[in-house]
């Protein structure tokens, strides 16, 4: 009788401590968050909103230095870019979500505040473009030299609902 109970207290222990162990890392990798375009702007702007003092002296020292060399702020990955039209830009990498695929947000500093060639926002869907695909990025100018990107890799932003 008491193998049985130190049989069940056991298995209950393993069970718990399983249970504990899968929860912390569904929680620490966020595998299942579900963040959509609105939610990762407005996490976006509050991000800049906070930081953009910092930002700005990054981004201004980063472009001095033209260094392709990604590096963190706040655990905010960001790196200096120069586009197909010269145009150069730090791009901050704020969050992802997915695993395969996915949605990749953050937000551009552009120095000549031209990136969208004065746009206010850039839709590329590549299924309409091209026929192919699902992929659709999303530029968006959100104040002087500052915009907000959105790269959905999944296809499932419905571009219908911004502006």
């Known amino acids: 009788?008491?193998?049985?109970?130190?049989?069940?207290?056991?298995?209950?222990?393993?069970?718990?401590?399983v249970v504990f162990i899968v929860f912390i890392f569904f929680k620490t990798f966020q595998i299942f968050k579900s963040i959509d375009y609105k939610q990762?702007?407005?996490e976006s702007i509050k991000f800049l909103s906070a930081?953009?003092?910092?930002?700005q002296e990054i981004s201004d020292n980063m472009l001095l230095n033209k260094s392709n060399e990604s590096k963190k702020y706040k655990n905010?990955?960001?790196?200096?870019?120069?586009?197909?039209?010269?145009?150069?830009y730090i791009q901050f990498d704020i969050?992802?979500?997915?695993?395969?695929?996915g949605q990749y947000w953050g937000i551009i500093y552009c120095p000549n505040d031209d990136l969208l060639n004065y746009n206010f926002i850039e839709i590329y869907d590549e299924n309409k473009e091209t026929g192919e695909g699902n992929n659709i990025f999303i530029k968006e100018k959100l104040k002087d030299k500052w915009y907000?990107?959105?790269d959905d890799y999944d296809g499932n932003v419905d571009i219908k609902s911004i502006n």
């Open 76 to 88: 905010v990955s960001y790196s200096y870019y120069k586009n197909s039209n010269n145009k150069e």
């Open 95 to 101: 969050d992802a979500q997915g695993m395969l695929g």
């Open 40 to 42: 990762a702007k407005k």
């Open 1 to 17: 009788m008491k193998k049985r109970v130190l049989k069940f207290i056991s298995i209950m222990i393993i069970t718990i401590f």
């Open 148 to 150: 907000f990107y959105y």
């Open 51 to 55: 930081n953009i003092n910092n930002l």
